[in-house]
DNA sequence: CTGAAAGCGCTTACAG
DNA sequence: CTGAAAGCGCTTACAG
C-alpha cells in the first residue's frame, strides 16, 4: 500500500505532475488559482504528503541538520539542543541528533552518517581533543564542505569551519579575581582532561589571573567532564589540602572547570562531611539550569546555553559567509558557595 | 563541485553501476573477490560516501527514527532520549528530534514533517490529552500506518500504535502504602493537568491507596508538568496548610506527581523558609538523575528511564509484530525528603 | 557472477 | 501559465 504521490495528486486534478508540484511544493511560478485550488483539494482528499527524500534528491538540499553531542543526558549538551532545536524549527530544519557518550568512534561514525544523509549542516557540541580531529574525518568533512556542507563548533574553533566559542580564558580569568575580591586567599583547582583545551583554557584563565595578584593554586586535581570526574578529584582534593568536617580555618576556594564536576565535587565532600561554603567553597562554570535548585546554591560563570544553539544554527544556515567566528563572553555569577562567613 | 557518485565509483573501477552498489551497499550477492577489491579500492580513492536519501527512495526505507519529547532540556526527556540513541545506535538507526516546548501545534507539525521525511518510525514521548489525538493527526497517522510506518507511544496508549507504559496507577499506591507504613498519616498532593492521564493515574493510584486505609488528603493543588508548576502549586499548598517555618507539628507528606515538580516544591518551600523535612514532606516520582545529587534526597518512584526509550525503539523495529504493549513497573525508594524525625 | 534498464518520487530548465 | 522530459543517485528484478 505505497503512500500517495505527487503522480496521483496531479492525476486527480487533471493536470501535468509538473503543475501540481509547482502549486503544492511553492515556487515563484504560481499557477492560476483555478488549478491551483483543484491541485490542493486532490491533495488533501487524497492525504497526499510530499516525500522529502525524492525532494532532496531532487532539489539537492536536505533540509537537515545534523547535532553531535557527547551526552545528550548532560544538562550543559541538553540546553544547547534545546537551543538548537528551537532555532531549527524557526529555519524549518529537521535535527539530526546523535549522542557520542564521549567515545570517537561513535562520533566519527554519526558524522559519517550524517554527511551520507546529505545533511545541509553540521554541528559539533562539545570540545575534542585539542582542536583537531583525526585525518579520517578530517578529509571526509574536507569533501562535505567542498560539496557545501556547513560545519559549525561549538567551542574551540577547528582548522575550518565556523565556531561559537566562549570566551572561556578571560571569564575563567573574571571569574578570579571576583573571587579574591571577596576575600578568598587560597585556591585549588579541579581540571577537566589535559587534552581538552575548553578544560585548559578555563584552568589557564584562573590560574593565571590568580598568579597576577601573586597567588597560586594550592593544589590541582582532574578528571573526566563528568559529576563522577568531579566527584573522585573533589576526593583526591581533599585528602591533598587534609579537608576535615569543621576544620575552622578559612575554607580553601576550589575552581571545578565545569559545574557538573562542581556538583559531583560537592556531592563528594558531603559523603565526608565537608559542608559548602563552611569547610570548603567551591565555583564552577557554565551555569547549567540544574543549578537553579542546588542546594547551596553554585557560585559559576553563566554561559548562555540556549542562545548558544541557536547561534550554532544561525552560522550553520549562512550559506553566503566564509567560516566565522563568535565569541560569546560569561557572566560570573556569585553565590552561597563561596560566601565566606 | 557535486559529490562523488557510485556512478563514479563504477566507472573508475571498471564495472556497472550495478555491480559497484552490490559491493559496497551489502547485499547477499557478492561479486568475485576480485572485482569487489577493485571496487573498494576506488570508492577509497575518490572518497565516496553514499547518498542515503537516494538509497531510501530506491529501497523504500529510510533508517531514520522519528522522536518527539516535550522539552529536551527536561531531564526526564533527555534520559529517554538517552536511551533511544544507544538503541538506535546499535540499530543503525538514524534519530530524528523535536522538543516541541508542549506546543501542540508544533507536535502536530513535526509529526508531519517526520511523516514527510519517511521516517520508519515515530516514537511519541509524553503523555498528551486524553490518550487522544486530534482528529487531523490521526489521519495522518493512520495514512502513515497503511504504508507501513510504526508509531510507538511512551506514555498511556493510543487508539493504535505500540506504547511502553509505566504502572503509574499501581507504583503510586505503593508509595503511598510505603510513605503509610513509614508512618505518615496526614497526606496532601500536588497533581498536574488534569487532561493528561499520567498526571491523573499517578494522583488516582496515590489517592486510592489512602482511601483503602481510611485516609484522605487533606489538600490538592495542581499545576504544570514543570520545575515552575511544582513551584507555584506548592506555594498554593503552603497557604491551604498554613505551614509556617518550624511549626512544631508532624509534618504532612505531599506527593507531587512528578520529580521536577517536586523539585520546584522544595524550592518554593525553601523560600518560604519552610524546610523539607522538618516543616513538611515530600515524595515525586520518575527519579530523574538530578535526583542524586538534590538536597535534601528526595522519596520517589524509580522508573527505568533509559530502559524505556530503549524499550521504545525495539517496539519501533518490530516490523513482523502488531502493535504492542509494555508496561515497566516502578520502584518506590524511600530517602530524606519524607523521614519523620 | 555481471550488466542494461526500469523505477523510486520529486524538481526544474526548456518549450510552447 | 502549463506540460513533456530529463535528471537527482541509488537498488533490484530480469536476462545473460
Same mark, same amino acid.
Given at each position: 500500500?505505497?503512500?500517495?504521490?505527487?503522480?496521483d495528486?496531479?492525476?486527480?486534478?487533471?493536470?501535468?505532475?509538473?503543475?501540481?508540484s509547482?502549486v503544492? !511544493?511553492?515556487?515563484? @511560478?504560481?499557477?492560476g488559482?483555478?488549478?491551483?485550488? %483543484?491541485?490542493?483539494?486532490?491533495? $488533501? +482528499?487524497?492525504?497526499?504528503?510530499?516525500n522529502?527524500?525524492?525532494q532532496?534528491l531532487?532539489?539537492?538540499?536536505?533540509?537537515?541538520?545534523?547535532?553531535i553531542?557527547?551526552?545528550?543526558?548532560d544538562?550543559?549538551?541538553s540546553?544547547?539542543?534545546r537551543?538548537?532545536?528551537?532555532?531549527?524549527?524557526t529555519?524549518?530544519k529537521?535535527? &539530526?541528533?546523535a549522542?557520542?557518550?564521549r567515545?570517537?568512534?561513535?562520533?566519527?561514525e554519526?558524522?559519517?552518517?550524517?554527511?551520507?544523509?546529505?545533511?545541509?549542516a553540521?554541528?559539533l557540541?562539545?570540545? @575534542?581533543?585539542s582542536?583537531? &580531529?583525526?585525518?579520517?574525518?578530517?578529509?571526509?568533512?574536507g %569533501?562535505?564542505?567542498? !560539496?557545501?556542507? %556547513?560545519?559549525?563548533?561549538?567551542?574551540?574553533?577547528?582548522?575550518?569551519?565556523?565556531?561559537? +566559542?566562549?570566551? !572561556?580564558h578571560?571569564a575563567?580569568?573574571?571569574?578570579?579575581?571576583?573571587l579574591?575580591?571577596?576575600?578568598?586567599?587560597?585556591?585549588?583547582?579541579?581540571g577537566?582532561?589535559?587534552?581538552?583545551r575548553?578544560?585548559?583554557?578555563?584552568?589557564?584563565?584562573?590560574?593565571?589571573?590568580?598568579g597576577?595578584?601573586?597567588?597560586?593554586?594550592?593544589?590541582?586535581?582532574?578528571?573526566n567532564?563528568? $559529576?563522577?570526574?568531579g566527584?573522585?578529584?573533589?576526593?583526591?582534593?581533599?585528602?591533598?589540602?587534609?579537608?576535615?568536617?569543621?576544620h575552622?580555618?578559612?575554607?580553601?576556594?576550589?575552581?571545578?572547570?565545569?559545574?557538573?564536576?562542581?556538583?559531583?565535587?560537592?556531592?563528594?565532600?558531603?559523603?565526608m562531611?565537608l559542608?559548602?561554603? @563552611?569547610?570548603v567553597?567551591?565555583?564552577?562554570?557554565d551555569?547549567?539550569p540544574?543549578l537553579?535548585?542546588?542546594t547551596p546554591?553554585?557560585?559559576?560563570?553563566?554561559?548562555?546555553?540556549?542562545?548558544?544553539?541557536?547561534?550554532?544554527?544561525?552560522?550553520?544556515? %549562512?550559506?553566503?559567509?566564509?567560516?566565522l567566528?563568535? @565569541?560569546?563572553?560569561?557572566?560570573?555569577?556569585?553565590?552561597?558557595?563561596?560566601?565566606?562567613?
Open positions: 500500500m505505497p503512500a500517495v504521490t505527487l503522480q495528486v496531479a492525476a486527480r486534478a487533471g493536470v501535468s505532475q509538473a503543475t501540481a509547482r503544492l !511544493n511553492g515556487s515563484t @511560478r504560481i499557477p488559482e483555478g488549478v491551483a485550488d %483543484r491541485v490542493r483539494t486532490a491533495a $488533501r +482528499e487524497l492525504g497526499y504528503v510530499p522529502a527524500q525524492a532532496a531532487a532539489r539537492a538540499s536536505t533540509g537537515l541538520l545534523g547535532l553531542v557527547h551526552d545528550i543526558a544538562p550543559y549538551f540546553s544547547i539542543v537551543g538548537v532545536q528551537a532555532a531549527s524549527r529555519a524549518r529537521q535535527v &539530526l541528533l549522542s557520542t557518550d567515545d570517537f568512534d561513535i562520533e566519527r554519526s558524522v559519517s552518517t550524517f554527511i551520507a544523509h546529505r545533511a545541509d553540521i554541528v557540541a562539545g570540545s @575534542r581533543q582542536g583537531h &580531529l583525526d585525518r579520517e574525518i578530517e578529509g571526509e568533512f %569533501r562535505y564542505r567542498a !560539496n557545501g556542507g %556547513r560545519v559549525v563548533v561549538i567551542g574551540q574553533p577547528l582548522a575550518f569551519g565556523s565556531a561559537v +566559542e566562549p570566551e !572561556n578571560f575563567s580569568a573574571e571569574l578570579a579575581d571576583a579574591v575580591a571577596s576575600g578568598h586567599t587560597e585556591f585549588a583547582v579541579i577537566g582532561p589535559a587534552s581538552i575548553t578544560s585548559v583554557d578555563r584552568r589557564n584563565g584562573f590560574v593565571e589571573a590568580l597576577r595578584r601573586g597567588l597560586t593554586p594550592l593544589v590541582e586535581v582532574s578528571g567532564f563528568t $559529576r563522577d570526574g566527584h573522585s578529584a573533589a576526593q583526591r582534593l581533599a585528602a591533598a589540602l587534609q579537608l576535615t568536617p569543621d575552622g580555618r578559612k575554607p580553601p576556594c576550589v575552581f571545578a572547570v565545569t559545574d557538573v564536576m562542581a556538583i559531583g565535587a560537592i556531592a563528594a565532600w558531603r559523603e562531611g559542608i559548602v561554603p @563552611r569547610d567553597c567551591i565555583a564552577g562554570f551555569d547549567i540544574t537553579r535548585d542546588h546554591s553554585l557560585t559559576t560563570v553563566a554561559l548562555p546555553l540556549e542562545e548558544i544553539g541557536m547561534r550554532a544554527v544561525a552560522l550553520a544556515l %549562512r550559506l553566503d559567509a566564509d567560516d567566528r563568535e @565569541r560569546v563572553p560569561g557572566d560570573v555569577i556569585l553565590r552561597d558557595s563561596t560566601r565566606l562567613s
